[in-house]
């Protein structure tokens, strides 16, 4: 059987970011959620802000490692399995990472260690400011690394001189069309998500009667937060589609399985996007309303795959159900949120079990959601690695397809394997609980393992 | 010569100085990891681990500062120096996440052998691959058209094997005297002794480097021992066989601090003697740093971040080593 060492990259590509995604969408909402409870327990001294940030942070630093571990291995994947796309965009992207590592990397890692380590060492003060300081390394390395990855869907603020990307204006470069959509969409869904885990655990305690006053404020933070950004999230996710129309128009009709664009488009509930008879099988579908959200007119016209030769279409079924599994998600989480806000305002939700019942069991929404979004954004801008500028195809390293496919085996069960004992873990620092010691005293000792 | 022409020699001493960073500060935390199966028992594993564990993330991060500075700097080496070692670059990476890991999860699990092993296994696997890479460049790697051409196992080479166990005793020599220094009583003396007998193991190692690149490889040769040069860099191997000298001597005499600094001072001197023979290549034999520079531009916005930034990460790096100073005693490491 040949090999072919294109899709063996990329699949392996996709499995490290996928599984590297999940960490960082849970720890940047998490951080500043930890940061918030630091500052809360600096500013009013009320026990239990510190009880649940030695319980979060607990959790953090399991996630945070995973985090660490697998983002180390894209920051090399880059180079061993695109290198073709160092030569050709190294002179613009790569300043980006840099100041990604320079700015981000070192922030968290430091003063991640003060959190975990400094206990009694260190002045109250500064255990506040080093929670502070790794929510904002979290938000500095989703600032630059979507900077570099909008740049690719979006690239401004260059020039090609022999076939090799010229840096002309960095201030375009790094705000380059898309970048503040996307990253307005991430943060907001790492919030989410994050927003989501602490309603969960909060309901799972609250419904075995476990610390109820922790429990509460939990849940009272979670709500008035996820309460407002899930409904922003599809405002943000708007705007964010209008761009993509502008730029990657070819995106957007993946999204809505759209192939024809003389026509008004239909919105496609269900169905099965077939590229070899440019249509869609098993339809079912809602005439114009496609156009209507799309263009903001019944009959409204937008591009349509057909609008391109096949060779320049992503492949359809990621684009379309991921987009579709995203905004089921994110209407469930609209929904979740305003219906807890109300319960809350009524002075009911603790009474009322069978939403805490729900919402225990759904603390995996928001991590579905990232990964499927990211799937449509990753997907919905094939063939091009840039847009426009590099192929994937032409982007991939001379690799042989042995030794790509050799380490994609052992990638997978590394990952599975380190990830079935985090979650084991994680699981288990939930269903321990809240300590009632006040501080975390962590001794190095301690971090090392022995609670 | 301008600036446009100095940036990239500027850029070489940045990555340069990034990854001396990495070698000397993972290398003590690896180096802790190879020492790892020939600790007492799980209590003196838990005492080793409690003198890495705040340090370990931040140490890490040079790796990726050495990785994303050659990237930034020189994009036409990391785009050739990443696919001719995929092999080990992949083995290190996966090697890193297993022992990256077992600093959360060892102290949760039940079953510590497994990651006692994990950590050692990922420690030294990790440091090997670094050796086999360093060999290989050093070797030199085969470009056609500004690409890789060799083929997927041209590291692997007795040359690269060396290297490797050298850079394995290498970094087993720091983890030594940096648990010298932040042990005491009878682990500290124990230190000690692995200390002795590391150091013997990298001084032969640097010994055969040493003498087999110049006769391999006539570009180094010339480099070492041609007129004028040989009077210029007479220093350096008369400096490491002094510090090896003192090591030795302040190791049997079981001195805290110096053995550790030592250590440090003799990987720099190794260090900038590989760098002396690869000079002015960045992926030897084809690819000289200029060469393989990024645009000016490019180079120039990343410096003036670098030289703000870097302050700022040196003072706090700075910040976790002294709040985290002292030895790590045994009546603390368990309960």
């Given at each position: 059987?040949?090999?072919?060492?294109?899709?063996?990259a990329?699949?392996?590509?996709a499995?490290?970011?996928?599984?590297?995604?999940?960490?960082?969408?849970?720890?940047?909402?998490?951080?500043?959620?930890?940061?918030?409870?630091?500052?809360?327990?600096?500013?009013?001294?009320?026990?239990?802000?510190?009880?649940?940030?030695?319980?979060?942070?607990?959790?953090?630093?399991?996630?945070?490692a995973?985090?660490?571990?697998?983002?180390?291995?894209?920051?090399?994947?880059?180079?061993?399995?695109?290198?073709?796309?160092?030569?050709?965009?190294?002179?613009?992207?790569?300043?980006?990472?840099?100041y990604?590592v320079?700015?981000?990397?070192?922030?968290?890692?430091?003063?991640?260690?003060?959190?975990l380590?400094g206990?009694?060492?260190?002045?109250?003060?500064?255990?506040?400011?080093?929670?502070?300081a790794?929510?904002?390394?979290?938000?500095?390395?989703?600032?630059?690394?979507?900077?570099?990855?909008?740049?690719?869907?979006?690239?401004?603020g260059?020039?090609m001189?022999?076939?090799?990307?010229?840096?002309?204006d960095?201030?375009?470069?790094?705000?380059?069309?898309?970048?503040?959509?996307?990253?307005?969409?991430?943060?907001?869904?790492?919030?989410?998500?994050g927003?989501?885990?602490?309603l969960?655990?909060?309901?799972?305690?609250l419904?075995?009667?476990?610390?109820?006053?922790?429990?509460?404020?939990?849940?009272?933070?979670?709500?008035s937060?996820?309460?407002?950004?899930a409904?922003l999230?599809?405002?943000?996710?708007?705007i964010?589609?209008?761009?993509?129309?502008?730029?990657?128009?070819?995106?957007?009709?993946?999204?809505?399985?759209?192939?024809d664009?003389?026509?008004?488009a239909?919105?496609?509930?269900?169905?099965?996007?077939?590229a070899?008879t440019?249509?869609n099988?098993?339809?079912?579908?809602?005439?114009?309303?496609a156009?209507?959200?799309?263009?903001?007119?019944?009959?409204g016209?937008?591009?349509?795959?057909?609008?391109?030769p096949p060779?320049?279409?992503?492949?359809?079924?990621?684009?379309?159900?991921?987009?579709?599994i995203?905004?089921?998600?994110?209407?469930?989480m609209i929904?979740?949120?305003?219906?807890g806000?109300?319960l809350?305002?009524?002075?009911?939700?603790?009474?009322?079990?069978?939403?805490?019942?729900?919402?225990?069991?759904?603390?995996?929404?928001?991590?579905?959601?990232?990964?499927?979004?990211w799937?449509?954004?990753?997907?919905?801008?094939?063939?091009?690695?840039?847009?426009?500028?590099?192929?994937?195809?032409?982007?991939?390293?001379?690799?042989?397809?042995?030794?790509?496919?050799?380490?994609?085996?052992?990638?997978?069960?590394?990952?599975?394997?380190?990830?079935?004992?985090?979650?084991?873990?994680?699981?288990?620092?939930?269903?321990?609980?809240?300590?009632?010691?006040?501080?975390p005293?962590?001794?190095?000792?301690?971090?090392?393992g022995?609670? | 010569?301008?600036l446009a022409?100095?940036?990239?020699?500027i850029?070489?001493?940045?990555?340069?100085?990034?990854?001396?960073?990495?070698?000397?500060?993972?290398?003590?935390?690896?180096g802790?990891?190879?020492l790892f199966?020939?600790?007492?028992d799980?209590?003196?594993?838990?005492?080793?681990?409690?003198t890495?564990a705040?340090?370990?993330?931040?140490?890490e991060?040079w790796?990726?500062?050495g990785?994303?500075?050659l990237?930034?700097?020189?994009p036409?080496?990391y785009?050739?120096?990443?696919?001719?070692?995929y092999?080990?670059?992949?083995a290190?990476?996966?090697?890193?996440v297993?022992?990256?890991?077992?600093?959360?999860?060892?102290?949760?699990?039940?079953?510590?052998?497994f990651?006692?092993?994990?950590?050692?296994?990922?420690?030294?696997?990790?440091?090997?691959?670094?050796g086999l890479?360093?060999?290989?460049?050093?070797?030199?790697?085969?470009?056609?058209?500004?690409a890789?051409?060799?083929?997927?196992?041209?590291?692997?080479?007795?040359?690269?094997v060396?290297?490797?166990?050298?850079?394995?005793?290498?970094?087993?020599?720091?983890?030594?005297?940096?648990?010298?220094?932040?042990?005491?009583?009878?682990?500290?003396?124990?230190a000690?002794?692995?200390?002795?007998?590391?150091?013997?193991?990298?001084?032969?190692?640097?010994?055969?480097?040493?003498?087999?690149?110049?006769?391999?490889?006539?570009r180094?040769?010339h480099?070492?021992?041609?007129?004028?040069?040989?009077?210029?860099?007479?220093?350096?191997?008369?400096?490491?066989?002094?510090?090896?000298?003192?090591?030795?001597?302040?190791?049997a005499?079981?001195?805290?601090?110096?053995?550790?600094?030592?250590?440090?001072?003799?990987?720099?001197?190794?260090?900038?003697?590989?760098?002396?023979?690869i000079?002015?290549?960045i992926?030897?034999?084809?690819?000289?740093?200029?060469?393989?520079?990024?645009s000016?531009?490019?180079?120039?916005?990343?410096?003036?971040?670098?030289?703000?930034?870097?302050?700022?990460?040196?003072g706090?790096?700075?910040?976790?080593?002294?709040?985290?100073r002292?030895?790590?005693?045994?009546?603390?490491?368990?309960?």
């Open positions: 059987m040949e090999l072919d060492p294109v899709l063996l990329r699949i392996q590509f499995f490290t970011i996928s599984f590297h995604i999940i960490f960082p969408s849970f720890t940047i909402g998490l951080a500043a959620y930890l940061a918030t409870l630091e500052v809360l327990w600096g500013w009013t001294g009320a026990e239990r802000y510190k009880r649940l940030a030695a319980f979060w942070t607990k959790i953090f630093a399991v996630s945070f995973m985090g660490v571990v697998s983002g180390l291995v894209l920051s090399y994947q880059i180079g061993t399995n695109w290198s073709r796309l160092s030569t050709v965009a190294g002179n613009v992207i790569g300043p980006l990472m840099g990604e320079l700015m981000a990397f070192f922030l968290e890692a430091t003063f991640l260690s003060i959190m380590f206990g009694e060492r260190v002045p109250r003060w500064l255990h506040v400011f080093s929670a502070v790794v929510a904002f390394g979290t938000a500095l390395s989703a600032f630059w690394i979507l900077s570099a990855n909008s740049w690719m869907q979006t690239p401004a260059y020039a001189e022999g076939g090799i990307a010229f840096p002309r960095w201030w375009v470069i790094v705000f380059n069309p898309s970048f503040p959509y996307r990253l307005a969409h991430m943060l907001n869904a790492a919030f989410l998500t927003g989501f885990v602490a969960a655990i909060g309901a799972r305690y419904l075995a009667d476990r610390h109820v006053e922790e429990s509460l404020t939990m849940l009272r933070m979670a709500i937060l996820t309460a407002v950004l409904p999230q599809l405002f943000i996710g708007d964010h589609a209008e761009n993509t129309l502008k730029y990657q128009p070819t995106k957007i009709a993946a999204m809505e399985a759209h192939w664009g003389s026509k008004p239909d919105f496609e509930i269900f169905a099965w996007p077939d070899k440019e249509s099988l098993f339809s079912i579908s809602i005439p114009h309303v156009s209507l959200l799309v263009t903001r007119e019944w009959d016209l937008f591009p349509g795959l057909k609008d391109v060779r320049d279409r992503p492949p359809l079924p990621n684009v379309f159900f991921g987009f579709r995203m905004v089921g998600l994110g209407l469930y929904a979740a949120a305003l219906f806000a109300w809350l305002w009524r002075g009911r939700l603790f009474e009322t079990r069978w939403y805490l019942t729900v919402v225990a069991n759904t603390w995996w929404v928001g991590f579905v959601a990232v990964i499927s979004g799937v449509v954004s990753e997907s919905g801008r094939q063939p091009w690695l840039i847009h426009g500028v590099l192929r994937t195809a032409d982007a991939v390293s001379p690799v042989p397809a042995g030794s790509v496919l050799t380490t994609l085996v052992l990638f997978v069960f590394v990952y599975l394997f380190v990830f079935s004992f985090g979650a084991y873990f994680i699981n288990r620092l939930i269903n321990r609980g809240i300590e009632e010691a006040a501080l005293t962590k001794t190095p000792q301690l971090a090392s022995h609670p | 010569m301008d022409s100095l940036l990239p020699l850029w070489a001493a940045v990555i340069g100085i990034a990854v001396a960073f990495y070698v000397i500060l993972d290398g003590f935390d690896l802790v990891g190879i199966p020939f600790a007492r799980d209590a003196e594993r838990g005492r080793m681990l409690g890495i705040p340090f370990w993330d931040g140490n991060t790796l990726v500062l990785g994303g500075g990237l930034v700097a020189f036409r080496a785009a050739i120096i990443m696919p001719a070692f092999l080990p670059i992949m290190m990476l996966l090697a890193l297993f022992r990256g890991i077992t600093f959360e999860f060892r102290g949760m699990a039940q079953r510590k052998p990651w006692n092993f994990a950590f050692a296994a990922g420690s030294t696997i990790a440091g090997f691959c670094q890479i360093l060999g290989g460049l050093v070797q030199g790697v085969k470009i056609e058209n500004g890789f051409a060799g083929s997927a196992f041209d590291w692997a080479t007795p040359f690269g060396v290297c490797g166990l050298g850079v394995v005793a290498g970094y087993a020599l720091l983890g030594a005297t940096w648990l010298m220094m932040k042990t005491d009583g009878d682990m500290a003396r124990r000690g002794d692995k200390a002795r007998l590391l150091l013997v193991a990298v001084l032969v190692f640097m010994a055969a480097v040493s003498i087999f690149t110049p006769l391999e490889f006539p180094i040769a480099r070492w021992f041609s007129l004028p040069n040989l009077y210029y860099l007479l220093p350096v191997p008369i400096l490491t066989a002094l510090v090896a000298l003192a090591e030795w001597y302040w190791i005499a079981r001195r805290e601090v110096a053995p550790f600094l030592a250590t440090i001072a003799l990987f720099l001197l190794g260090y900038l003697g590989l760098a002396i023979s000079y002015p290549y992926v030897p034999p084809d690819l000289t740093i200029r060469a393989a520079a990024a000016p531009s490019s180079q120039t916005f990343m410096l003036i971040g670098t030289l703000v930034l870097l302050p700022f990460i040196l706090y790096t700075a910040l976790t080593y002294w709040l985290f002292g030895k790590v005693g045994a009546t603390t490491a368990y309960h």
